[in-house]
DNA sequence: TCAGTGATTAGG
DNA sequence: CTAATCACTGAG
């Protein structure tokens, strides 16, 4: 199935994210291509979402979000665990989509973890790369929307905005 | 329920 | 420089 390119990254990232359960994630490691359909995403905006690393302003480690949509943005947290986010919309619009789980791997630590995916992912373009890209499937599944996972500290409105997407009959966490 | 783990960030 | 925090996971 076709790559999806840079029109569908261009939305905002809670249409993004309710877009990107059903799709395929494939991933190249030595020459094979490993694919995944995601099952599991978050929306991250960063226009007020205190829930955003980018509602702080610019720094080094958010830089990536300032980017056009359908680059990663790859970062480093609790000691161990690498999170996946897409970044969406125009460039200096920070907002991204973080994936929290794919086909038999949920949770967000775990996607990298068992696709292989580091900071050296931190940057790519989804559009263009040669080792990881987004693929259409045609399946449209039923989702299931609630709060965001991990970010109380982030206060009212953001904590009960309803920006977590999952597939149905895939198991919630 | 809770420890592990280290980059990132704000503040002195 | 220091110390707090963290978009989590797995063992118990």
């Not at 390119?5 to 809670?14: I, Q």
């Not at 694919?35 to 979402?49: N, S």
């Not at 039923?142 to 009959?169: C, D």
């Amino acid at each position: 199935m076709p790559r999806v390119d840079r029109t569908f990254f261009m939305e905002d990232a809670v249409t993004v994210a309710r877009r990107l359960p059903g799709m395929e994630m494939v991933v190249k490691s030595g020459d094979r291509a490993g694919r995944y359909m995601i099952t599991e995403t978050e929306a991250y905006l960063g226009d007020g979402d205190r829930a955003c690393h980018a509602s702080k302003g610019r720094t080094a480690r958010t830089e990536p979000m300032f980017l056009e949509g359908g680059h990663l943005y790859i970062y480093f947290v609790y000691g161990m665990h690498w999170m996946l986010n897409v970044v969406t919309g125009p460039a200096d619009h920070p907002e991204a989509v973080l994936i929290r789980g794919v086909s038999h791997f949920p949770g967000p630590g775990r996607v990298t973890r068992c696709l292989g995916i580091d900071s050296s992912f931190n940057r790519e373009d989804l559009t263009l790369s040669d080792r990881i890209w987004i693929e259409e499937t045609g399946f449209s599944p039923e989702l299931v929307a609630g709060p965001r996972v991990g970010i109380a500290y982030a206060g009212e409105p953001w904590v009960s905005k309803p920006w977590r997407f999952v597939i149905r009959n895939e198991k919630e966490k």
